[in-house]
């Protein structure tokens, strides 16, 4: 299986989705979404983007150029009324190291908190 086959196998999975469901979804038949996920052919420039689109991901995600899902556009989405992500991201990057060393371990905590709430 290709990183792009992996990553669109991992995608549909989290989404709950069947390759047949996926298929439907997106007017393809089931076989071509499984040659895409097993390696056998890859999808031309348009469908790839049908699927980052589909999957709200970036194609550099897709393709393995980065590990980043998300499309720029989620930068300018607001996590309070006052800080959109974008402005996170450049407070976080203007702290030094232990700084965001202190965050790191703030999120991770707070990660743990969450699990344990959920039960997992």
Known sequence: MTEL???LANLRTEKGLTQ???????????????????????PDPNTLCRLADFYCVT???L??????????????EYVTTDFT???MVN??????PASRNALIKYVNYLNQEAKSEKGG
């Open 5 to 7: 086959g992996t990553r």
């Open 20 to 42: 047949k469901k996926l298929a439907s979804l997106l007017n393809m038949s089931g076989g071509t979404i499984s040659n895409y996920e097993n390696g056998v052919h890859s």
């Open 59 to 61: 194609t550099d995600y």
């Open 63 to 76: 393709l393995g150029r980065t590990n980043y899902r998300y499309p720029p556009d989620v930068l300018k």
């Open 85 to 87: 992500i974008q402005n």
């Open 91 to 96: 407070i976080i990057l203007s702290w030094d």
